[in-house]
């Protein structure tokens, strides 16, 4: 990925601090040509530079060449690498950690994808989507999704068999009106723990509390 950094308000002075000549180097003022081939650049590239704010000692006009200080575009020019480092570095991050978080990866995948390349992060989860996608047309994975309405719809019967269970055993051992509470409490509790497992194991947190027993056999809802 190319990354074009424009240069905002700077003060030269700082950056002559920051990023002196090279040892030996005259600060001696240059034309363009000259302040070019000092950084090893073209031309074109230096006038795209002045754009962008490489400082000028003296601006070119009506015959009249351009002069550079080389230690000011020296020290722009360190600087201005730099900056297009940082910003590369930033926009590697940030494509890492988005392709990470699309191949869905733990903190030891994580650990192991991180001498990878942004690129090759990327040019990773997409065979991985591929290879998902693929199995799923085999019938080897199933989406969340369905696996969630399976086990709703067994849910559902589990629900039906154990409400008409506490209403069979007060009717065949003939259970008194405690017996019948402790059972249909018993049986409560089974159906929100079956519920709050299932909620946990496909991701969604706890179960909200329902009302069981708000209408009796006639009410299925979960």
């Given at each position: 990925m190319r990354v074009v950094v424009v240069m905002p308000e700077i003060d030269t002075a700082d950056l002559r601090r920051r990023y002196p000549l090279p040892e030996g180097v005259e600060d001696a003022p240059m034309n363009r040509a000259q302040?070019?081939?000092?950084?090893?650049?073209?031309?074109?590239?230096?006038t795209k530079w002045i754009a962008q704010g490489l400082p000028v000692l003296e601006e070119g006009g009506n015959g009249r060449e351009y002069a550079f200080s080389p230690a000011d575009c020296y020290a722009w020019r360190m600087h201005r690498?730099?900056?297009?480092?940082?910003?590369?570095?930033?926009?590697d991050t940030a494509a890492a950690q988005l392709a990470m978080a699309f191949r869905n990866l733990d903190e030891d995948d994580a650990n192991a994808a991180s001498g990878l390349t942004a690129r090759q992060i990327a040019e990773e989860a997409e065979a991985d989507y591929k290879y998902q996608r693929a199995a799923e047309q085999r019938g080897e994975l199933t989406r969340t999704a369905r696996v969630r309405d399976l086990f709703e719809d067994m849910l559902v019967e589990f629900r039906r068999t154990v409400t008409t269970l506490v209403d069979y055993c007060e009717m065949e051992f003939s259970l008194d009106p405690e017996e019948t509470a402790k059972l249909e409490s018993r049986c409560d509790g089974a159906l929100m723990r079956a519920r709050s497992?299932?909620?946990?194991?496909?991701?969604?947190?706890?179960?909200?509390?329902?009302?069981?027993?708000?209408?009796r056999q006639n009410d299925l809802g979960l």
């Open positions: 302040i070019a081939r000092a950084l090893n650049v073209s031309d074109n590239t230096i690498d730099a900056e297009t480092r940082a910003a590369k570095s930033a926009a497992n299932l909620e946990i194991a496909i991701g969604r947190g706890a179960a909200e509390t329902v009302p069981l027993h708000a209408a």
